[in-house]
């Protein structure tokens, strides 16, 4: 699977070239699924949230209105009460996964329950395009800082497809307590590889090699 990893979205003209270099198509030619799911975990997220993100009419963070030749909704929630043999064909057909932020823990869960998560290592060609929680699940763990939604397990893991963990939005207008400092307190108790990135910037990874695509700022701790 190609992952972009991203705080808001695809927020500017370099993160949206990487997006369509990954699916080797244009945007007006690639089919989409939205993931809404990881929305309902978080104490901050509601059906109006869920529904500007499913519509593209969340400006601040775009990713469904961006002119997509389809778009269809996957909610992982549903899926287990489906025969696999009708929802993989879905996914398997679509060129990018559009994954919404909200809890990580949440996303984690329901992507393990729902089998998604046991699909993800066939997917060679799929994009992952995730925003905010829907890049950090794809993280090993996300730290305290961020943990809201209580796992069964206890803990704050989560999918481990990449080998490095995530702190979205620094120096977020809207979120004074997501400063670089605060970023590298929280690296110090990942204690492993972490990037702290902000709204302008994403982690593209393909093949296990990451690049930094930013038009912004960011930081590498713990390399």
């Not at 998560?117 to 996300?142: H, K, Q, Y």
Request: aromatic letters at 8%; hydrophobic letters at 45%.
């Amino acid at each position: 699977m190609k992952l972009l990893l991203t705080s808001a979205g695809i927020k500017n003209p370099s993160i949206q070239r990487a997006l369509v270099d990954l699916m080797g198509k244009p945007i007006a030619e690639a089919t989409a699924l939205c993931i809404p799911t990881g929305s309902y975990g978080s104490p901050y997220g509601s059906p109006a949230g869920a529904w500007r993100f499913v519509s593209g009419q969340e400006p601040n963070c775009p990713m469904t209105g961006l002119g997509w030749k389809s778009m269809g909704l996957l909610e992982l929630t549903a899926l287990p009460s489906m025969a696999q043999e009708r929802w993989v064909p879905w996914v398997r057909e679509a060129d990018v996964l559009l994954v919404n932020g909200g809890d990580a823990l949440y996303l984690n869960h329901w992507m393990r329950e729902s089998g998604l998560a046991d699909l993800l290592p066939s997917l060679t060609e799929t994009v992952w395009a995730g925003l905010s929680a829907g890049s950090m699940v794809m993280t090993p763990r996300i730290g305290s800082d961020f943990v809201g939604w209580k796992a069964p397990s206890g803990d704050d893991r989560a999918l481990g497809i990449v080998d490095f963990a995530i702190f979205p939005h620094v120096d977020h207008p809207m979120l004074p307590e997501n400063t670089m400092a605060a970023a590298e307190k929280w690296a110090a108790e990942i204690a492993g590889p972490a990037y702290a990135i902000d709204d302008e910037t994403a982690i593209q990874v393909v093949d296990g090699v990451v690049d930094i695509v930013s038009e912004g700022h960011w930081k590498l701790f713990g390399a």
